[in-house]
């Protein structure tokens, strides 16, 4: 039976655990968008070796599953000489899967703008980083940032997937709790309602951007 005074007593402890939770995520999803964008700009390469390289990189890291990515950074990396925290093999874990997501996210925004805008920088004679940081990605970002955002809000209710290599996570702090105290039903059920209560309104300010964006754009 559901016990308030147990739950309301939790509550501090899960708390104290949300601070790591959007920390991670706020990480990863940072290094994703820079990975992001950087596995785009590699797979347009003119060189087909670096363009193949990338794409069969990004095939592999989104044809196989996050956790078993997390378990094999923070669990076979140390045979190779390389050991991570729990948080650096969960950020890097989150930011290289996420990545290969909005690498794609990026290559169609890329892809809608106007081929006229690169005439356009070559008639002007502009150098490609020119072209790229005041024609190209000035137009092509701002589109697809709704999607952008929706990832962020995954990769967030994904984080529970860290407590695998034990990073103590708000899910992990609930799995304690309850290991010392054989009641799971209130840890597991405010977790629930912190993702909620988080994400949702994240999910709205989504939305309204993709409004405000979709406005801006239309003809």
Do not use: C
Request: hydrophobic share 50%; charged share 10%; no cysteine.
């Amino acid at each position: 039976m559901w016990d308030w005074n147990y739950a309301l007593s939790i509550v501090p402890d899960l708390l104290s655990a949300v601070g790591l939770t959007i920390a991670a995520t706020i990480v990863g999803f940072f290094l994703a968008v820079i990975l992001g964008l950087v596995f785009t700009l590699l797979v347009r390469s003119d060189n087909k070796v670096v363009s193949g390289i990338a794409n069969g990189i990004i095939k592999f890291v989104r044809n196989t599953p996050l956790l078993v990515q997390l378990y094999f950074i923070f669990y076979v990396f140390p045979q190779f000489g390389l050991t991570l925290s729990p948080f650096v093999a969960g950020v890097l874990g989150l930011g290289l899967h996420y990545s290969t997501y909005l690498s794609e996210v990026f290559r169609s925004g890329i892809d809608s703008v106007p081929q006229g805008q690169w005439e356009v920088a070559t008639a002007l004679n502009f150098t490609k980083r020119k072209t790229w940081t005041r024609i190209i990605l000035p137009q092509s970002i701002p589109p697809v940032l709704p999607v952008i955002g929706n990832y962020f809000i995954t990769m967030f209710k994904e984080t529970p997937l860290l407590s695998a290599i034990t990073l103590t996570e708000i899910l992990q702090t609930a799995k304690n709790i309850g290991a010392g105290t054989f009641r799971y039903v209130e840890p597991f059920t405010l977790v629930g309602v912190l993702f909620l209560l988080l994400s949702y309104p994240a999910s709205l300010l989504v939305k309204q951007a993709e409004k405000r964006i979709a406005e801006k754009y239309s003809v």
